[in-house]
């Protein structure tokens, strides 16, 4: 975009309630957000690793299928066919790699 010789740049007029709205939520997520270093770096390293060595549930079943206990645990709308249930948890076919972490 383009100024001409003596225009101003303008935010994009929102309405009053709209405007409210967004200032609210953004409001609430920062005061609701628990801060990173909540969680101590040898808990995260401690559950982690528990997971590493159990090999019932750090595999996608069937080989190659998606489906993985990580997804299944934190996704209820990923799709479940084809995968196994374990450990109470029906798997789910996603890429795992965001679900382990949120999970840890």
Known sequence: MRL?????????RMSS???AVTVA???TVA?????SAAVSRSA?????T???????????SPPGSGCNHYTGY??????????PSR?????????????FSKYV
């Open 4 to 12: 001409l010789k003596g225009s101003t740049w303008r935010l994009p």
């Open 17 to 19: 309630p709209l405007l």
């Open 25 to 27: 939520a953004l409001g």
């Open 31 to 35: 005061i609701s957000a628990t801060p």
């Open 44 to 48: 995260i390293v401690s559950v982690a």
């Open 50 to 60: 528990g997971q590493l060595n159990d090999s019932a549930r750090n595999v996608e």
């Open 74 to 83: 934190l996704r209820s709308w990923k799709p479940s066919s084809g995968c």
């Open 87 to 99: 450990d109470g948890v029906q798997w789910r076919d996603s890429d795992w790699c965001a679900d």
